[in-house]
């Protein structure tokens, strides 16, 4: 069974994963990106474009600063609860 604790493990840690995902960019710029793991779709505003390497930071540092929703870290946990049940 030790093989299945670890498969939980590498779900739970693909659950925490916080990356930006379904990103676009438009001439270089991230224009949008979601966390993958709240889901929390991040924008960039077209007249912040002016200014290529502030919007691009600015874009970054808004993913960097937000705090994922409880959604994804319950499910995190209803995924160790469920793989522990019967134990
Ligand atoms: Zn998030």
């Not at 960019?25 to 779709?41: N, W």
């Not at 200014?51 to 705090?67: G, I, L, Q, V, Y």
Request: glycine letters at 6%.
């Amino acid at each position: 069974m030790e093989s299945d604790l670890w498969e939980t493990v590498g779900m739970v840690k693909h659950a925490l994963k916080r990356e930006l995902v379904d990103l676009s960019y438009v001439h270089g710029i991230p224009a949008f990106g979601r966390c993958g793991k709240c889901g929390r779709p991040f924008e960039t505003p077209s007249d912040a474009m002016a200014n290529p390497k502030k919007a691009t930071e600015d874009f970054h540092a808004a993913f960097a600063a937000h705090k994922c929703d409880q959604d994804a870290s319950q499910a995190a946990a209803r995924i160790v609860r469920e793989a522990t049940e019967g134990r």
